[in-house]
């Protein structure tokens, strides 16, 4: 398993384009809370996929848990530690769709007289996330809403994505962490969100 170091990332950050960076250190198959466990990723992949009727492919971590340190540029270069989350995403079409279909038919039959109140704020909340194309299905709340029947696709997903991240505790290797999850529509919606994210990094390198 071949890591790259802090120092390293820094001189790459400045010297290449930042999209390469991303497909090779943040979407590669290295991760560094896997150092001493290397069949763990396999084991985060199988259950995922399982769980959520995913392709094993599209599953892989990200942030300090893929590089050993921040890359938010609010905390970086903050070491990744025992109580550090393990963030991951997953790519699919599939399931992203579904969301957005299911979204439209609860926000259809009031398309024209208009949303108020609770719904009103949900509905912007989720063409945000449409908008950027990632969703993170267990933090849809359902609370307050009118016509809850017509989301039920919606929180069957959310539900079953917070369950298959919670059973990850039961795994020795993930025991006692919060593993948490972001579904994008397709990998160049991920590419695009990392690559401002490195973009701000770059510019804090750049200022040190």
Not at 17 to 37: K, R
Not at 94 to 105: E, G, P, R, S, Y
Not at 187 to 204: C, D, N, P, S, T
């Amino acid at each position: 398993m071949s890591l790259i170091t802090l120092g390293e990332f820094k001189e790459q950050l400045l010297s290449r384009p930042v999209d390469e960076i991303v497909q090779e250190c943040i979407f590669g198959d290295d991760s560094y809370v896997f150092t001493a466990w290397p069949d763990g990723l396999s084991v985060l992949r199988q259950h995922l996929s399982s769980a959520l009727n995913v392709s094993e492919d599209a599953v892989t971590v990200v942030g300090s848990a893929k590089v050993g340190f921040s890359l938010n540029p609010a905390n970086f270069p903050r070491q990744f530690s025992e109580s550090s989350d393990i963030d991951i995403i997953i790519i699919d079409e599939k399931h992203f769709d579904k969301v957005w279909a299911t979204i439209l038919k609860w926000h259809y039959p009031r398309r024209y007289i208009g949303l108020y109140g609770e719904d009103r704020g949900w509905a912007g909340s989720r063409k945000k996330n449409t908008y950027w194309g990632w969703f993170e299905p267990d933090q849809i709340h359902f609370e307050g809403l009118t016509f809850p029947a017509v989301l039920k696709p919606l929180r069957d997903l959310s539900t079953a994505w917070f369950n298959a991240f919670r059973s990850l505790s039961l795994s020795e290797g993930f025991a006692g962490r919060d593993v948490r999850g972001r579904l994008y529509r397709t990998w160049e919606h991920a590419l695009m969100y990392h690559v401002e994210g490195l973009r701000q990094v770059k510019k804090i390198i750049q200022e040190n």
